[in-house]
């Protein structure tokens, strides 16, 4: 059974920064592109970054140049380091697996706030 299990979530000020991590059971992440969606109330999910197989990244608009995306294939892990964190920022972030299929992490909440 294959589970992506996020971690680092939470609380933080404007201007803070965070590192999000996700492992990955059931399935080795080598062969994976790996990344990171979020979603705000109210709004639509969308992409925040994604790291291929390869090591090429790519970034949502909104965060290029604060976050960070990266993988640790042997560790079955993805990385999000998020920086210069704004109020907008504020979401469930949720981790997520896609080669022939996609799966999904539960996600985690950030929540950027005095």
């Known amino acids: 059974q294959v589970q992506l299990a996020e971690s680092g979530g939470g609380l933080v000020q404007p201007g803070g920064s965070l590192r999000l991590s996700c492992v990955a059971s059931g399935l080795s992440i080598s062969g994976y592109t790996m990344g990171w969606y979020r979603q705000a109330p109210g709004k639509e999910r969308e992409l925040v970054a994604l790291v291929t197989s390869g090591g090429d990244t790519n970034y949502g608009d909104s965060v290029k140049g604060r976050f960070t995306i990266s993988r640790d294939n042997g560790a079955n892990t993805v990385y999000l380091q998020m920086g210069s964190l704004k109020p907008d920022d504020t979401a469930v972030y949720y981790c997520?697996?896609?080669?022939?299929?996609?799966?999904w992490g539960q996600g985690t909440q950030v929540t950027v706030s005095f």
């Open positions: 997520y697996a896609r080669w022939l299929t996609t799966f």
